[in-house]
């Protein structure tokens, strides 16, 4: 296998470079087309983060595991934290706090448990998928939420929210925090393969909410 050496592009272009492809099948499967074209209903939302808890819950516990870390401690920042939102939202839309397991979900958390615990380059690459995603693609969603269902912060979308930053201003903050982080070549590798793993994670969620995509949305 080749590896990158001297001349390595910055980590945040080649992680972006690399996981493209995989972001384009993450981001046009049918329930997340509908859920950015204003047809997911409330409770169709709710299927969506129900799945998602488990997996903030198990990258936030492990988040502060690594807070004191020299490098990954850096990427732990407070206002990225979703679990408490993902919490609110749940019981504004559903009206309890019983999250129902779902295979692709337990599958997701269970991921970054194993490999995120010890190893620093996964445990980064399974917090860039989620919450880079949650400051980009995420912020189409809420626009649509808000069109679609009225939802907003506080009232059934706050996962989607980012209140206290502009989320583009983080996107960039987190984009030099990479670039500043010491791997060597093996370690930008396991970076990459282990993005690319969370990616196919992600894909597998919303192919499970696919299934049942007529029960999710709107005509
Ligand atoms: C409706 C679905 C989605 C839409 C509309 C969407 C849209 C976008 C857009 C427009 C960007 C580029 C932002 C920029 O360059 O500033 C982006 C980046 C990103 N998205 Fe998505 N996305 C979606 C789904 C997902 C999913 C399911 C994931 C995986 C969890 C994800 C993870 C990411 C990541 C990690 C980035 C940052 C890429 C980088 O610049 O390194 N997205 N998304």
């Not at 390595?8 to 046009?28: F, G, K, N, V, Y």
């Not at 490098?71 to 920042?77: A, E, I, N, S, Y």
Request: hydrophobic fraction near 45%; glycine fraction near 8%; include cysteine.
């Amino acid at each position: 296998m080749s590896l990158p050496t001297t001349d390595s592009p910055a980590l945040s272009a080649e992680l972006r470079a690399r996981t493209a492809a995989a972001h384009d099948s993450a981001e046009h499967s049918p329930y997340m087309t509908a859920l950015v074209g204003g047809r997911v209903t409330g409770i169709g939302l709710a299927a969506l983060l129900g799945r998602l808890a488990p997996v903030y819950a198990a990258l936030e516990r492990l988040g502060d595991a690594w807070s004191a870390h020299p490098v990954v401690g850096d990427f732990v920042l407070p206002e990225l934290r979703r679990s408490e939102r993902l919490a609110d939202d749940l019981r504004h839309l559903t009206g309890c706090d019983e999250v129902a397991l779902s295979p692709a979900s337990v599958a997701y958390a269970a991921r970054i448990e194993e490999v995120g615990r010890t190893s620093a380059p996964a445990f980064l690459a399974h917090h860039y998928t989620r919450y880079l995603g949650d400051l980009s693609g995420g912020q189409v969603i809420r626009a649509a939420l808000e069109r679609s269902l009225g939802l907003t912060d506080g009232a059934g979308a706050s996962f989607f929210a980012f209140p206290d930053v502009r989320p583009g201003a983080l996107k960039k903050r987190y984009r030099e925090l990479l670039d500043e982080v010491p791997f060597d070549a093996w370690q930008r590798e396991e970076l990459v393969a282990e993005a690319l793993v969370a990616y196919r994670l992600n894909v597998a969620l919303a192919t499970e909410l696919d299934r049942d995509l007529a029960r999710w949305t709107t005509a």
